[in-house]
């Protein structure tokens, strides 16, 4: 089955520095990969994904890269703040056995603390 | 919509009771999935459904653990007998194969096990 690795697990920054966050996946036949931010207490919510026909996918102050020959993907955080402290998962995903939906696995996750 | 929903948010019981986990996904959604968080193994994907079908259950722990889904709006996640390993957050997701947020997975805000 898959494997998702993410590295690190823990990363502390100071506000307004950059964070980034990366991935490497097992399974050649995943080709969905989102990430999900989940708040102390929260529920994990999605905040971008990117497609295996895309090398980089940008929201404001988040993107994501991919490089599927090396089977890895990054997720970059700028101008860092206060409020971006979470943990953030990534996921590698393929189609699953029915067709239809991506189902993910899940890395380990990586716990951001940006000090202010 | 208000989301996927579950319930209890929160179930404290002892060993060897039965627990039953109670889910709501986004009408509509077609995909249903039962996640398990903890500190030691992270988020993991116990079972998913398809419309109201059993796709994948390889990540149910053991034959203590079953999930059911009667019709689209209702699943349930049962643990009989239960065990103190078994003390997580469970989440329940849901997902929709089509349109601009398709494969998006929809947390919901999970219930938190405790088993004495």
């Known amino acids: 089955g898959e494997n998702v690795e993410q590295h690190p697990s823990t990363l502390s920054v100071q506000e307004g520095d950059s964070a980034v966050i990366k991935c490497t996946y097992s399974d050649s036949a995943s080709n969905y990969f989102p990430w999900y931010k989940q708040e102390l207490g929260k529920r994990p919510q999605l905040i971008i994904d990117i497609r295996s026909n895309v090398g980089e996918k940008k929201d404001q102050r988040i993107a994501v890269t991919l490089n599927k020959t090396a089977k890895h993907f990054s997720l970059h955080i700028t101008e860092t703040q206060p409020e971006d402290s979470a943990v953030y998962f990534c996921?590698?995903?393929?189609?699953?056995?029915?067709?239809?939906?991506?189902?993910?696995?899940f890395g380990r996750g990586t716990s951001l603390i940006v000090h202010p | 919509d208000a989301g996927v929903i579950q319930s209890p948010r929160h179930e404290v019981t002892e060993m060897g009771q039965e627990v039953t986990l109670r889910c709501k996904p986004i009408?509509?959604?077609?995909?249903l999935f039962w996640y398990r968080q903890t500190m030691m193994r992270g988020l993991e994907l116990l079972i998913y459904?398809?419309?109201?079908?059993?796709?994948?259950d390889s990540g149910m722990p053991e034959d203590r653990f079953s999930a059911k889904m009667p019709n689209a709006s209702f699943s349930t996640l049962k643990i009989q007998p239960s065990e103190p390993r078994d003390s997580a957050v469970y989440f329940c997701?849901?997902?929709?194969?089509?349109?601009?947020?398709?494969?998006?997975?929809?947390f919901g805000p999970g219930t938190r096990l405790t088993v004495l």
């Open positions: 997701a849901s997902s929709f194969v089509a349109g601009p947020h398709r494969d998006t997975q929809y």
């Open positions: 009408s509509g959604h077609d995909y």
């Open positions: 996921a590698a995903s393929k189609v699953g056995a029915s067709g239809g939906s991506y189902i993910p696995t």
């Open positions: 459904f398809n419309n109201n079908v059993p796709i994948d």
